[in-house]
């Protein structure tokens, strides 16, 4: 193995060019975080105005239409399981587990109202 010296002189000047292209990928990344965050803040006004259609307001519900709401969130409560139970065993490989657990979201949101849906 050959060993390389450098002058004093040479190794600043290999060390400013490391330290400019560093800065050159700082200020890049800098860059793309600041558009990052301007996205997902517009995404996230884009968010807050939309009109939630349809949504009952559990705070002036007829009485007979507390058990079908409570149902539906029941329902969602239970697609929100098994859409979890799906990824988390497609993530470890088990993918005929996780097609039983994405049946049952389908069938779940199939029953869900449509004032429910996405």
């Known amino acids: 193995m050959t060993e390389v010296?450098?002058?004093?002189?040479?190794?600043?000047r290999l060390l400013e060019e490391q330290r400019a292209e560093l800065q050159q990928t700082i200020n890049g990344l800098a860059s793309n975080v600041?558009?990052?965050?301007?996205?997902?803040?517009?995404?996230?006004?884009?968010?807050a105005a939309l009109e939630l259609k349809g949504v009952p307001n559990?705070?002036?519900?007829?009485?007979?239409?507390?058990?079908?709401?409570?149902?539906?969130?029941?329902?969602l409560a239970d697609y929100c399981f098994a859409k979890r139970a799906a990824i988390n065993l497609r993530s470890s490989g088990r993918?005929?587990?996780?097609?039983?657990y994405e049946r049952d979201c389908e069938t779940i949101y199939g029953r869900l109202p449509?004032?429910?849906?996405?």
């Open 5 to 12: 010296f450098y002058t004093h002189a040479q190794m600043a």
């Open 34 to 47: 600041y558009a990052l965050e301007a996205k997902v803040r517009e995404q996230a006004e884009e968010l």
């Open 58 to 75: 559990l705070d002036c519900l007829p009485t007979e239409d507390y058990l079908p709401t409570k149902t539906t969130f029941t329902l």
């Open 95 to 100: 993918i005929e587990r996780a097609l039983d």
């Open 114 to 118: 449509e004032w429910a849906k996405w």
